[in-house]
């Protein structure tokens, strides 16, 4: 038989005498790839986005090793059987599709060439039997039923190893170590990825198989595990429904609760899978998901976060689960369900919002939300239910400051007076969120509740109404009271026996309520002078001594307390309380309210014209106590406070004891010599804020930011600038780094704070030390309020600019 007769075998298109047409093609094809590997192997091992992922390195280490192999056998491609470079380049499309997979969610430079150089060498395996065939089609005739059955004897040998490789990779995935299931994965992904089968065939042993090892191997698998589900889900809706169960639904739920890449990978599986209607049934149920989707949601991975926000969304279809996402803190289908849903469900959204414990964080988002507009709508529009629900709900939402803005705009309140003030019964059971959200409104909004007719009403329905609702009509009397603007309605409400009205309610055993009224007869007392001893009687005057004085009673009831007994100076004495108010303020941690009022009293006991009164509180220790409560938080009682020492401090010129000494044959003593007053002084004998060092804090307020104390605490310190002390406090001022206290003041202090201000700098500028040291630094301040200050400071301004 000639030799081109002989018959050529399937796998070896390569003879002694040379080498034929499709072997040269495949040879030829054999190169260009590896050629084409070489540059995309060497970027992908520094690519950055690469290398902190040890699935990918494994990935690119099992390229290189192959990519090698590849090189050391192209050095022998003529002497290589066909079989072999068949072989390896099976080897390296299955690397590079390794590669693929375990990269596929991450930037990759020229990722677009790696997945055209994968598919040519794919189409190049699956092409070459066709191509052997077509360039020795000439010669089949001679043996082309010997050729046939190698090619099928190949072909099952081919589908025989692909099967096996699959029964392998099975039990690997079964019974493997952590390491063998990281390689099992990678095989079971090539063949998914390459099409080398189909596992419909045993699709539910290898998803059962996958979703058991998802509960015990490391987190690096188990988010190839679940990419892996993902790829086989995409195969087909079968293999998705199957995904379906509830104890693989529960497994992904505990891979939320993972790290990044595996919570990541577990939310889009679950997402995809939730197109099913009984996935989306079954998910709510399962403990934690939803919470934990709620947590992804809030948190600071803006894909995570999507990917979480369209599952939620996907979930809402169940009212339960939606009233499960706004307890966990996610609100946006309960709003849906108030704009769109039934009558039934939007009173089971506002009935669940008025139980909700929220924070302030969780009424915002409802409010912005948009769901006062929609509770609002079911108030004013729907049945008694709808209205009770409602009202419940922004109650609860009234709480924030902005969504008191949102009710004001959308125009409740006149509907909320009305029913506050309505007889008739069916609405009884509203008056209580009513008077709430009214309560908070004058809080919030108190200017626009500011009417004689609405607190004269409001005063009316007191004796009438249930606890909770006097506790909520007096919140709000007092912030309506209060107001700036509340002048004519206090007046109308004292005309009117508001005091005798709310005198009974200051021995109620409710502490809110007690302390309401307290607060209240407060404020109506503020504009009473004379008038309060005629409205109190003795026994009135006796609770109130002794609410101040109960262990029980709270900083607010005891603030208001005081506040009603200043006006009674000889009780304050003779209750012995004077001592308490003393040792009070003396604290660290004092409440503001109550600092404030104590420091209102003491106004009172340190008047500059009873000496007497001044000697009695001081032996009490309240210079110490003043100097405390100049550092408290409240700028209210730091301002009395400085104005308690001021009185106190414009008696110690005259109270200060000579220099001279009264014997002669003696030195004077030098201990409690004053160096402003120039003479003797103490904190007890002469009231002397040097001594008790308040200088400091004094002018430490006026360095701050807040300005309302800035005219009491320079008047005080005007008080060492007196005609014959003047130089003296003037050094002293300086020794204390003032001058740049009163610049702050000239800065930004109001208009008499600057005129006081000015008074005593310009006392420093008269000595000419001062104008050297501290004239630069005041000339631009003092410039600019010649030209831009008003008329009645700027002569003072003129002259100090002429003295520097």
Same mark, same amino acid.
């Given at each position: $038989?000639?030799?081109?007769?002989?018959p050529?075998?399937?796998?070896?298109?390569?003879?002694?005498?040379?080498?034929s047409?499709?072997?040269?093609?495949?040879?030829s094809?054999?190169?260009v790839f590896?050629?084409?590997?070489?540059?995309i192997?060497?970027?992908m091992?520094?690519?950055?986005n690469?290398?902190?992922?040890?699935?990918?390195?494994?990935?690119?280490?099992?390229?290189?090793?192959?990519?090698?192999?590849a090189?050391?056998?192209?050095?022998?491609?003529n002497s290589?059987?066909?079989?072999?470079?068949?072989?390896?380049t099976?080897n390296?499309?299955?690397?590079?599709?390794?590669?693929?997979?375990?990269?596929?969610?991450?930037?990759?430079?020229?990722?677009?060439?790696v997945?055209?150089l994968h598919?040519?060498?794919?189409?190049?395996?699956s092409?070459?039997?066709?191509?052997?065939?077509?360039?020795?089609?000439?010669?089949?005739?001679?043996? *082309?039923?010997?050729?046939s059955?190698?090619?099928?004897?190949?072909?099952?040998?081919?589908?025989?190893?692909?099967?096996?490789d699959?029964?392998s990779?099975?039990?690997?995935?079964?019974?493997?170590?952590?390491?063998?299931?990281?390689?099992?994965?990678v095989?079971?992904?090539?063949?998914?990825?390459e099409?080398?089968?189909?596992v419909?065939?045993?699709?539910?042993?290898?998803?059962?198989?996958?979703?058991?090892?998802?509960?015990?191997?490391?987190?690096?698998?188990r988010?190839?595990?679940?990419?892996?589900l993902?790829?086989l889900?995409?195969?087909?809706?079968?293999?998705?429904?199957?995904?379906a169960e509830m104890?693989?639904?529960?497994?992904l739920?505990?891979?939320?609760f993972?790290?990044t890449?595996?919570?990541?990978?577990?939310?889009?599986? *679950?997402y995809?899978?939730?197109?099913?209607?009984? !996935?989306?049934?079954?998910?709510?149920?399962?403990?934690g998901?939803v919470?934990?989707?709620?947590?992804?949601?809030?948190?600071d991975?803006?894909v995570?976060?999507h990917?979480?926000?369209?599952l939620?969304?996907s979930?809402?279809?169940n009212?339960e689960?939606v009233?499960?996402?706004?307890?966990?803190g996610?609100?946006k289908p309960?709003?849906?369900?108030?704009?769109?849903?039934?009558?039934?469900?939007?009173?089971q $959204?506002?009935t669940?919002i008025?139980?909700m414990?929220?924070?302030?964080k969780?009424?915002?988002s409802?409010g912005?939300d948009?769901?006062?507009?929609?509770l609002?709508?079911?108030?004013t529009?729907?049945?008694?239910?709808?209205?009770?629900?409602? *009202?419940?709900?922004?109650?609860?939402?009234?709480g924030?400051k902005?969504n008191?803005?949102?009710?004001?705009n959308?125009?409740?309140?006149?509907?909320?007076?009305?029913?506050?003030?309505?007889?008739t019964?069916v609405?009884m059971?509203?008056?209580?969120?009513?008077?709430?959200?009214?309560?908070?409104?004058?809080?919030?909004?108190?200017?626009?509740?500011?009417?004689?007719?609405? /607190?004269q009403?409001?005063?009316?329905l007191?004796?009438?109404?249930?606890?909770?609702?006097?506790c909520h009509?007096?919140?709000?009397?007092?912030?309506?009271?209060?107001?700036?603007?509340?002048?004519e309605?206090r007046?109308k409400?004292?005309?009117?026996g508001a005091?005798?009205?709310?005198?009974?309610f200051?021995?109620?055993?409710n502490?809110k309520?007690?302390?309401?009224?307290l607060?209240?007869i407060?404020?109506?007392?503020?504009?009473?002078q004379?008038?309060?001893?005629?409205?109190?009687?003795?026994t009135?005057?006796?609770?109130?001594?002794?609410?101040f004085?109960?262990?029980?009673s709270?900083?607010?009831?005891?603030?208001?307390a005081?506040?009603?007994?200043?006006n009674?100076?000889?009780?304050?004495?003779?209750e012995?309380?004077?001592?308490?108010?003393?040792?009070?303020?003396?604290?660290?941690a004092?409440?503001?309210?109550? /600092?404030?009022?104590?420091?209102?009293?003491?106004?009172?006991f340190?008047?500059?014209?009873?000496?007497k009164l001044?000697?009695?509180?001081?032996?009490?220790?309240?210079?110490?106590?003043? !100097?405390n409560?100049?550092?408290?938080?409240?700028?209210?009682?730091k301002?009395?406070?400085?104005t308690?020492?001021?009185?106190?401090?414009?008696?110690?010129?005259?109270?200060r004891?000579?220099?001279k000494s009264?014997?002669?044959?003696?030195?004077?003593?030098?201990?409690?010599?004053?160096?402003?007053?120039?003479g003797?002084?103490?904190?007890?004998?002469?009231?002397?804020? !040097? $001594?008790a060092?308040?200088?400091?804090?004094?002018?430490?307020?006026l360095?701050?930011?807040?300005?309302?104390?800035d005219?009491?605490?320079?008047?005080?310190?005007?008080?060492?600038?007196?005609d014959?002390?003047?130089?003296?406090?003037c050094?002293?001022?300086?020794?204390?780094?003032?001058?740049?206290?009163?610049?702050?003041?000239?800065?930004?202090?109001?208009s008499?704070?600057?005129?006081?201000?000015?008074?005593?700098?310009?006392?420093v500028?008269?000595?000419?030390?001062?104008?050297?040291?501290?004239?630069v630094?005041?000339?631009?301040?003092?410039?600019?309020?010649?030209?831009?200050g008003?008329s009645?400071?700027?002569?003072?301004?003129?002259?100090?600019?002429a003295?520097?």
């Amino acid at each position: $038989m000639d030799e081109i007769c002989k018959p050529v075998p399937a796998y070896d298109f390569f003879s002694d005498e040379g080498m034929s047409s499709v072997g040269r093609d495949i040879t030829s094809e054999y190169t260009v790839f590896i050629e084409k590997l070489r540059p995309i192997l060497s970027e992908m091992k520094d690519d950055k986005n690469l290398v902190g992922d040890l699935t990918i390195q494994k990935a690119i280490q099992s390229l290189e090793a192959e990519y090698m192999s590849a090189r050391a056998l192209s050095e022998t491609l003529n002497s290589s059987p066909l079989k072999k470079i068949d072989e390896q380049t099976e080897n390296l499309g299955r690397s590079l599709g390794f590669v693929l997979f375990a990269s596929h969610d991450i930037p990759m430079a020229r990722r677009s060439e790696v997945e055209a150089l994968h598919k040519q060498v794919m189409n190049s395996r699956s092409n070459s039997y066709s191509e052997r065939d077509s360039d020795f089609s000439y010669d089949l005739y001679y043996n *082309l039923e010997l050729l046939s059955n190698e090619i099928v004897e190949e072909d099952e040998e081919k589908q025989d190893r692909i099967s096996l490789d699959v029964d392998s990779v099975v039990l690997q995935l079964k019974y493997g170590n952590d390491e063998d299931l990281e390689q099992a994965l990678v095989g079971l992904n090539l063949l998914i990825t390459e099409s080398f089968v189909d596992v419909h065939h045993n699709d539910k042993e290898v998803i059962s198989v996958l979703f058991n090892r998802l509960n015990s191997t490391t987190a690096n698998n188990r988010s190839t595990i679940i990419r892996t589900l993902r790829s086989l889900v995409d195969q087909s809706n079968d293999i998705k429904k199957k995904m379906a169960e509830m104890r693989f639904l529960s497994s992904l739920v505990k891979s939320l609760f993972g790290d990044t890449n595996e919570q990541r990978e577990a939310m889009r599986l *679950l997402y995809t899978l939730s197109d099913i209607l009984s !996935v989306r049934r079954r998910l709510g149920r399962i403990r934690g998901c939803v919470v934990m989707l709620v947590a992804i949601f809030n948190g600071d991975d803006p894909v995570a976060s999507h990917d979480a926000e369209n599952l939620l969304n996907s979930l809402s279809i169940n009212p339960e689960y939606v009233l499960n996402m706004a307890a966990a803190g996610y609100f946006k289908p309960l709003v849906h369900y108030l704009n769109e849903g039934s009558d039934t469900s939007k009173v089971q $959204m506002a009935t669940a919002i008025s139980r909700m414990e929220l924070t302030d964080k969780h009424r915002k988002s409802l409010g912005e939300d948009g769901a006062i507009e929609q509770l609002v709508k079911m108030f004013t529009k729907g049945n008694l239910e709808s209205k009770y629900s409602a *009202l419940g709900a922004l109650q609860n939402l009234s709480g924030l400051k902005e969504n008191v803005k949102r009710l004001v705009n959308s125009g409740i309140i006149s509907t909320l007076l009305q029913l506050l003030f309505s007889v008739t019964s069916v609405l009884m059971t509203l008056r209580e969120p009513a008077s709430a959200i009214l309560a908070k409104i004058a809080q919030s909004e108190g200017g626009l509740l500011v009417k004689p007719d609405v /607190a004269q009403k409001m005063l009316s329905l007191l004796n009438l109404t249930s606890p909770d609702i006097q506790c909520h009509l007096l919140e709000a009397l007092n912030s309506i009271a209060s107001h700036s603007n509340a002048y004519e309605v206090r007046v109308k409400m004292k005309q009117n026996g508001a005091i005798r009205l709310l005198l009974p309610f200051i021995g109620e055993n409710n502490p809110k309520i007690r302390t309401g009224a307290l607060s209240l007869i407060n404020i109506l007392y503020e504009d009473m002078q004379g008038e309060v001893t005629e409205q109190l009687d003795e026994t009135h005057i006796h609770m109130i001594a002794k609410i101040f004085s109960s262990l029980s009673s709270s900083a607010d009831e005891k603030a208001s307390a005081v506040g009603i007994l200043s006006n009674f100076p000889n009780v304050l004495i003779s209750e012995n309380l004077l001592p308490d108010l003393v040792s009070l303020i003396a604290l660290t941690a004092l409440p503001s309210n109550l /600092a404030e009022s104590i420091a209102k009293v003491l106004i009172r006991f340190t008047l500059p014209y009873d000496k007497k009164l001044q000697h009695f509180i001081v032996e009490l220790g309240v210079i110490p106590a003043l !100097v405390n409560l100049l550092s408290c938080d409240s700028i209210l009682a730091k301002r009395r406070a400085a104005t308690c020492l001021a009185q106190l401090s414009q008696n110690s010129l005259s109270l200060r004891k000579s220099r001279k000494s009264k014997w002669s044959c003696r030195p004077p003593s030098i201990e409690g010599f004053c160096q402003v007053h120039n003479g003797y002084c103490s904190v007890k004998s002469t009231f002397c804020i !040097v $001594m008790a060092g308040a200088v400091t804090p004094l002018l430490q307020i006026l360095e701050g930011d807040e300005r309302g104390a800035d005219e009491a605490v320079l008047n005080c310190i005007a008080t060492l600038m007196e005609d014959e002390i003047w130089e003296n406090g003037c050094d002293y001022l300086v020794e204390k780094r003032g001058v740049k206290s009163l610049i702050k003041v000239l800065e930004v202090g109001s208009s008499k704070a600057k005129e006081k201000a000015l008074w005593i700098l310009e006392g420093v500028f008269r000595v000419e030390a001062y104008r050297v040291e501290h004239g630069v630094s005041a000339q631009p301040v003092l410039v600019d309020l010649a030209q831009n200050g008003n008329s009645k400071l700027k002569p003072i301004v003129r002259k100090l600019l002429a003295q520097l």
